[in-house]
């Protein structure tokens, strides 16, 4: 049996410790809101914060979340998270979703990415384009994400 601390609670799996963490998160505790695009951490739909850091939980074991805390993007909507509710509200301002199979996992690398940067700077087009590199978007929408990625962290500043 192990423990995970996901979105601030404390969940009990009775799960292989080498089962990657989307599968606990989407089949264990039913947080469906985290996709399976690849299986191999290629396209960052699967992605979730693992203490802060953006990771693809599609081949991170549930063994290395032992004391660490996940977050996914179901904690970004909760009103606790004020990064994430800005990318939020810039996702809807520049009408970035098309089909919506890879928001959560983009959402969740914009807040972790946006976290990251000092308090009040700018990230130019270069530095949100490195760090938005590692998720897909099958229709195409990367202008929009870097536009609202900047909107965000305006409104941040």
């Known amino acids: 049996m192990s423990k995970l601390h996901v979105n601030g609670r404390q969940h009990p799996v009775d799960i292989d410790p080498g089962t990657p963490i989307l599968w606990a998160l ?3 505790l039913g947080l469906t809101g985290t996709k399976f695009g690849c299986g191999a951490a290629l396209c960052g739909a699967c992605t979730v914060h693992l ?4 990771v693809r939980s599609c081949v991170t074991p549930i063994s290395a979340a032992a004391g660490k805390k996940i977050r996914t993007i179901e904690a970004t909507t909760d009103g606790s998270d004020k990064v994430g509710a800005a990318v939020h ?3 809807v301002k520049h009408d970035v979703a098309q089909c919506g199979y890879c928001q959560s996992g983009q959402i969740m690398s914009a807040t972790a990415f946006l976290k990251s940067l000092p308090r009040g700077k700018q990230p130019s087009a ?5 760090a938005m590199a590692g998720n897909l978007c099958r229709c195409g ?3 929009r994400i870097r536009t609202a990625v900047a909107d965000a962290a305006q409104s941040l500043a």
Do not use: N
């Open 26 to 28: 989407r089949d264990s």
């Open 51 to 54: 203490d802060g850091q953006a």
């Open 89 to 91: 509200a810039a996702w």
């Open 126 to 130: 270069a530095e949100i384009d490195s």
């Open 141 to 143: 929408t990367y202008a």
